[in-house]
């Protein structure tokens, strides 16, 4: 059978191309001979006669009429959207505004019209060339326009031309009396399902989306509550149920001023956005934080997270519990210093102020000044308070730790490495506060790792290869002349540039002599309280004497013989009583069988690292001679124990924090304490014992 013709006419080669690409995907083609005629082609390109003509729109009727054959018959297309592109529109959160831009007012609103007829329910602005733009839109949607939309909108949707509705085929097939219409339909049909089917998925997986949302926010500790912009409970959580007292979820959907609260509502609307309250409710505090919920810049609404306070401060308590257990607090504040004098009243000052920084802060002052006491202060006085304080001493730990416990190190980076390798104690600061102490004793090496991480602010495991970021507050301190140390090619001048940023010096306890009053005093209350004993008074000449005294190991020695006082003096303390002014005094001496619990401890202590022998032998060359360093370590030697000089120092420094002796400044030396010489009397005591056994 011959085909029919259809001619099409329409004033743009678009909408013909549309045509003959719909003819091809729904099969129209196998039926009717297709045409097409731009209006403007009319006079040269005569339609055929007998051919259905179907004009794009009723606007161009007058203009086909002349160049219409004789019987033949004109129709006007009826057009539809594309099936493709209601997935785009879908997307477009219903309400908001849109602008729909096409090349013309009438396009426009033809568009327009064929949007509100599919149930698109955003508020369309019609736009063309020449037209107004109203303000606030930043979506367009267009049918294959995109080149008319502003350029302040933000995105753009082309839903691409309309095409011809099936209602519109049906007449034709009519027309022709062609029984082939159900095949159309049929084709229609599968591309309607197909997008059907993507729909239907997309439904489904919103939905389990959902439900994965809703399990995560009823698994987490917060109360939280959704209200959309009509203040209606959009999703409210299970913990927000039972904190308001609520009869269930079911309250959501309501408008939240009937339903919540109204000291809760008042906080809602008090809160600005994204701002954190304490705020009490029926008796009881809570922390709440309100967030806007922004979608395409569009405000949809806010998110209410509250909680118990006191829940949150258990969470810190138990927090600082962990840091406490693992060491890594700073338990002295500001209010632990002490000191009146004009001098020290400076650097308190100037450390309360550095305290709110970031900055790298450099300590600088001799052996027993506080230098430790100030880091962790400041720490303390900082917005990191909340997060470790890790000490680590230079001096204190061999060379071939140092790298591994610094930095950590990966599972396998050597022999005897531990599982799950190890987190060094900058990993351990994070968020919190280091404290470089010695830090004039750190090796080449480890300076020059040192400067990186000052420098990049990450780390790098042993045996690692992967960065790790560390949010750090580095606090460094030396007893040691740093720059001397650089003249001498010893301290990298670039690390102490990168450390000497906020430097504070402290100054030695006999340059300060109007604070030893005061410093007594303190120390006086704490060990009288400690002993549990009446305090003590000092008389005018001793008072003058320690006034006069150098004290080589500053406020640490001090403390010392405070301590030290406390235990043999009755009421008042003369001259005669004071350590540094008496050779060894057996009469003050304290009775072995007096060895504190504390000194006990350092004793089980030495034995258990096995060096009670080696740490005896220095006691006794030091109660004998006293001295230097050097020359120790060469005493040490003729008795046949070979130490090298950090081991020596670090034996020096144990004996020091358990108060056994005095370790002077550079050349000066060590000196035993008095309680040294108890402890040396008391392991002589036991050995004897043990050699009449
Ligand atoms: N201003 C002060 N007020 C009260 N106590 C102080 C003060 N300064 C120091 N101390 C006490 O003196 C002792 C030594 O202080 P700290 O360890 O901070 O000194 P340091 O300068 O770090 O010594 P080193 O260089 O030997 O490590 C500590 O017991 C500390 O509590």
């Not at 909108?153 to 219409?181: C, M, P, Q």
């Not at 209200?227 to 007292?245: C, G, M, P, S, W």
Request: proline fraction near 4%; include cysteine.
């Amino acid at each position: 059978m011959e085909k029919k013709t259809v001619t099409f006419v329409a004033k743009m080669d678009e909408f013909l191309q549309s045509v003959v690409s719909q003819c091809n995907e729904l099969g129209i083609s196998q039926d009717f001979h297709i045409e097409g005629r731009r209006l403007d082609q009319l006079p040269y390109r005569p339609i055929a006669e007998n051919s259905l003509v179907v004009l794009s729109t009723d606007r161009i009727c007058d203009q086909v009429e002349p160049y219409l054959p004789l019987g033949s018959q004109a129709i006007i297309a009826k057009r539809m959207l594309p099936y493709h592109s209601l997935r785009e529109m879908l997307e477009i959160p219903p309400g908001v505004k849109v602008l729909l831009v096409s090349d013309t007012a009438e396009t426009a609103s033809d568009t327009i019209r064929l949007l509100v007829e599919s149930g698109m329910d955003f508020e369309l602005h019609p736009y063309y060339p020449g037209a107004e733009l109203p303000p606030d839109i930043d979506i367009a949607v267009t049918p294959g326009e995109s080149e008319h939309v502003p350029p302040s909108i933000r995105k753009v949707v082309d839903i691409g031309f309309r095409v011809i509705d099936l209602s519109t085929w049906l007449e034709i097939y009519a027309h022709f009396d062609n029984a082939n219409f159900h095949k159309v339909t049929a084709r229609a049909m599968q591309s309607l399902i197909y997008i059907t089917k993507e729909l239907n998925n997309e439904i489904i997986h919103a939905r389990l989306l959902q439900m994965y949302l809703e399990g995560i926010v009823n698994g987490i500790e917060d109360a939280v509550i959704a209200l959309d912009e009509q203040e209606v409970i959009r999703f409210i959580n299970q913990k927000a149920v039972d904190t308001l007292h609520l009869p269930g979820p079911r309250v959501q959907g309501e408008k939240a001023a009937l339903c919540l609260p109204d000291d809760f509502m008042e906080t809602v609307r008090d809160c600005g956005e994204n701002e954190e309250l304490l705020v009490d409710w029926a008796g009881r505090t809570y922390f709440f934080r309100k967030m806007h919920i922004v979608m395409e810049g569009r405000f949809l609404g806010s998110l209410l997270l509250f909680r118990k306070a006191a829940e949150i401060e258990k969470m810190e308590h138990d927090y600082r519990l962990r840091l406490y257990s693992k060491g890594l607090v700073a338990k002295y504040s500001f209010d632990d210093i002490h000191g009146r004098s004009l001098s020290f009243q400076k650097v308190v000052q100037i450390a309360k102020k550095m305290a709110r920084s970031n900055s790298t802060i450099l300590l600088l002052g001799e052996t027993g000044t506080g230098k430790e006491l100030l880091a962790q202060a400041i720490h303390n006085a900082s917005p990191r308070k909340r997060e470790p304080f890790v000490g680590v001493n230079f001096a204190a730990i061999s060379e071939s730790l140092l790298e591994s416990e610094l930095f950590g190190y990966e599972e396998g980076a050597f022999t005897g490495a531990r599982k799950g390798g190890h987190i060094g104690w900058f990993e351990l600061a994070h968020k919190g506060t280091i404290f470089l102490d010695e830090i004039g004793d750190a090796s080449g090496a480890i300076q020059n790792r040192l400067l990186r991480v000052l420098q990049e602010r990450q780390i790098m495991r042993v045996g690692g290869n992967k960065v790790i970021p560390v949010d750090i507050r580095v606090i460094a301190a030396t007893n040691q002349d740093l720059q001397q140390m650089i003249k001498e090619g010893r301290f990298r001048a670039d690390l102490y540039y990168r450390l000497n940023i906020l430097p504070i010096h402290l100054p030695p306890l006999r340059k300060r002599g109007e604070d030893i009053p005061w410093l007594v005093e303190a120390f006086v209350r704490h060990y009288c309280l400690d002993l549990r004993r009446p305090p003590f008074t000092l008389s005018r000449e001793a008072l003058k004497a320690m006034q006069e005294y150098h004290w080589p190991g500053n406020i640490r020695e001090l403390e010392n013989v405070v301590e030290y006082l406390a235990h043999v003096v009755e009421d008042e303390v003369y001259a005669h009583h004071l350590p540094f002014l008496q050779t060894y005094n057996t009469e003050l001496s304290l009775d072995t069988a007096m060895l504190q619990d504390q000194e006990l401890a350092a004793y089980q202590e030495y034995e258990k690292r096995g060096f009670l022998p080696e740490m005896m032998a220095i006691l006794q060359e030091l109660s004998e001679t006293g001295g230097g360093r050097y020359a120790l370590q060469e005493q040490m030697r003729e008795h046949g124990y070979e130490l090298t000089t950090q081991q020596l120092r670090y034996r020096l420094k144990l004996l020091q924090q358990d108060e056994l002796i005095f370790v002077g400044k550079g050349r000066q030396g060590s000196t035993i304490s008095p309680k040294g010489e108890a402890f040396l009397a008391f392991y002589k005591h036991a050995m004897a014992k043990e050699g009449m056994k």
